[in-house]
């Protein structure tokens, strides 16, 4: 009874200073209340009752922007959120020298998250995102440098407008589709027409081309004879119309 003592109790003392630091963490040993070391991934020894360890995941990890609700520099009020992805590379300043490094690097994105959308347009924080969250990014990192924590990258995930501006915004695009169409629509018209007028000229310089032309025509616009009356004239009286009209 007394080996079993013995054995219980030595096992509590061994793991009293054995201590053991799984992979992607580091651990911060503290003597009597004042940082001594940093231990890495495995198997390490403490003085007992004197050292004490703390566990710090130093894997790449996330952290979300709850919504905000900024105001852009054209004065429309948004809801934007997004997540910030982060790495601890100096365990002991991320723990000693701040309070809660996780709430500090969401507050100061918020912050940032305003400060950025507040000096872009509407259609600038729409179209140009990735340069926006990479704006919010360099401000958060100068920041959680001196933390010792690396940001990685700020990325936005939703931006929701007003349903006013929503509705403004799609006959603004309407409006845009329609001015194209008619754009190409008339550069259409006008290519075409100088084909046809080229065409003209090729065929009134040509003996009998017109003639076949017409003939050409008559079959296209006989493919249903039943709801057509086509009076054919032979182009000749067409040249003798016009000789007449010159003659008078």
């Avoid at 990325?155 to 929503?166: G, R, V, Y």
């Avoid at 194209?180 to 003209?200: N, P, S, V, W």
Wanted: proline share 3%; charged share 20%.
């Amino acid at each position: 009874m007394a080996v079993v003592i013995l054995l219980v109790v030595g096992f509590i003392f061994l793991a009293t200073f054995i201590k053991i630091v799984p992979e992607g963490y580091q651990g911060l040993v503290v003597r009597l209340g004042r940082y001594s070391r940093t231990l890495h991934p495995g198997l390490n020894f403490l003085t007992p009752f004197i050292e004490k360890m703390q566990i710090v995941d130093i894997r790449e990890q996330l952290v979300d922007i709850p919504a905000q609700e900024a105001i852009t520099q054209d004065n429309v009020s948004c809801m934007i959120d997004g997540v910030v992805r982060y790495q601890v590379i100096n365990p002991s300043a991320a723990i000693f020298k701040v309070q809660n490094y996780i709430q500090q690097i969401s507050a100061m994105a918020q912050t940032a998250l305003r400060d950025v959308v507040g000096s872009v347009t509407l259609d600038d924080l729409l179209s140009q995102r990735t340069q926006i969250a990479e704006s919010i990014k360099l401000i958060v990192d100068e920041n959680a440098e001196v933390w010792g924590v690396d940001i990685k990258a700020v990325e936005i995930q939703n931006i929701e407008i007003p349903t006013d501006m929503k509705r403004a915004m799609a006959q603004q695009a309407q409006a845009e589709r329609d001015r194209k169409a008619r754009i190409i629509k008339a550069q259409g018209e006008k290519e075409a027409a100088a084909r046809l007028a080229e065409a003209a000229g090729v065929l009134s310089q040509a003996n009998g081309a017109l003639a076949l032309r017409t003939l050409q025509t008559l079959k296209e616009i006989s493919a249903d004879p039943s709801e057509k009356v086509i009076f054919a004239l032979p182009s000749d009286f067409l040249n003798s119309v016009n000789f007449l009209a010159k003659k008078n």
